[in-house]
T-cell receptor, first 113, second 114 residues
Framework: KNQVEQSPQSLIILEGKNCTLQ??????????LRWYKQDTGRGPVSLTIMTFSENTKSNGRYTATLDADTKQSSLHITASQLSDSASYICVVSPIGGTYKYIFGTGTRLKVLA | NAGVTQTPKFRILKIGQSMTLQCTQDMNHNYMYWYRQDPGMGLKLIYY???????DKGEVPNGYNVSRSTTEDFPLRLELAAPSQTSVYFC?????????????FGPGTRLLVL
C-alpha cells in the first residue's frame, strides 16, 4: 500500500534555530515528491518539488533532500522565524497515477521567540 | 490574480441537508481538484476535473457530486449531509498534472454536520 509517513508529529524550537523534518514513503515508482507549508486555517502552499532523479531542492531557507534508495526525504529549515510556525506536508506522486497525490499527515512546527 | 477562492469559509449543516461548496480559479488552469482534510489525516482526493465538462472520482467520492461547466468554476455538492462529512474542504488547481506542476490551493471551507 502506498503510504507517506512523517516525523515528528510535532516540534517546538526557538527562533533562530535550525530543524529537520522527515518523510518516509513506500510509494514506488514515483514521479515527484513535494513539500507544502500549511498555515493554520489556510490552504497548503508549495515549497519545493523534486523529481525522482533530484537529490536536493532549495527555496530560500527551506532545503529539501531526497534519497530514493532509502525512500526518505527531509526538509531542513535554517534560521527559523516565527512565521515558520505551520504544518509541513510531504506529498508523493506515483507514476501512472496522474491525478493521485499521496499526502502525509504533516509535522506541526511551532517556533517560539 | 485572486488565485483559488472558496465560499463559504464556514458552514454548519444539519444531518440530511444539502449544500454546494463553491470554488473558482482565475489562472486559466485546466485541472481542478477537491480534497477533504480530517484532523490528523492527510488530504484525500474527492473528485477531480481535467477540463470543462470532464470530471472523475478520486479516493473518497461517496456522498458528493461535482460539475465543471466552465474552466473557472468547480462546485462540490453534498447531498444528504452526514456527520462523517464534517471536515475541511480544499479546492485546488494546476496548469498541468502528473509532472512537476504546482498545485494552488484555496483557503478551505470548514464544514460541521450536526
Amino acid at each position: 500500500k502506498n503510504q507517506v509517513e512523517q516525523s515528528p508529529q510535532s516540534l517546538i524550537i526557538l527562533e533562530g534555530k535550525n530543524c529537520t523534518l522527515q518523510c518516509n514513503y513506500t510509494v514506488s515508482p514515483f514521479s515527484n515528491l513535494r513539500w507544502y507549508k500549511q498555515d493554520t486555517g489556510r490552504g497548503p502552499v508549495s515549497l519545493t518539488i523534486m523529481t525522482f532523479s533530484e537529490n536536493t531542492k532549495s527555496n530560500g531557507r527551506y532545503t529539501a533532500t531526497l534519497d530514493a534508495d532509502t525512500k526518505q526525504s527531509s526538509l531542513h529549515i535554517t534560521a527559523s522565524q516565527l512565521s515558520d510556525s505551520a504544518s509541513y506536508i510531504c506529498v508523493v506522486s506515483p507514476i501512472g497515477g496522474t491525478y493521485k497525490y499521496i499526502f502525509g499527515t504533516g509535522t506541526r512546527l511551532k517556533v517560539l521567540a | 490574480n485572486a488565485g483559488v477562492t472558496q465560499t463559504p469559509k464556514f458552514r454548519i449543516l444539519k444531518i440530511g441537508q444539502s449544500m454546494t461548496l463553491q470554488c473558482t480559479q482565475d489562472m486559466n488552469h485546466n485541472y481542478m481538484y477537491w480534497y477533504r482534510q480530517d484532523p490528523g489525516m492527510g488530504l484525500k482526493l474527492i473528485y477531480y476535473s481535467v477540463g470543462a465538462g470532464i470530471t472523475d472520482k478520486g479516493e473518497v467520492p461517496n456522498g458528493y457530486n461535482v460539475s465543471r461547466s466552465t474552466t473557472e468554476d468547480f462546485p462540490l455538492r453534498l447531498e444528504l449531509a452526514a456527520p462523517s462529512q464534517t471536515s475541511v474542504y480544499f479546492c485546488a488547481s494546476s496548469y498541468l498534472a502528473g509532472g512537476g506542476e504546482t498545485q494552488y490551493f484555496g483557503p478551505g471551507t470548514r464544514l460541521l454536520v450536526l
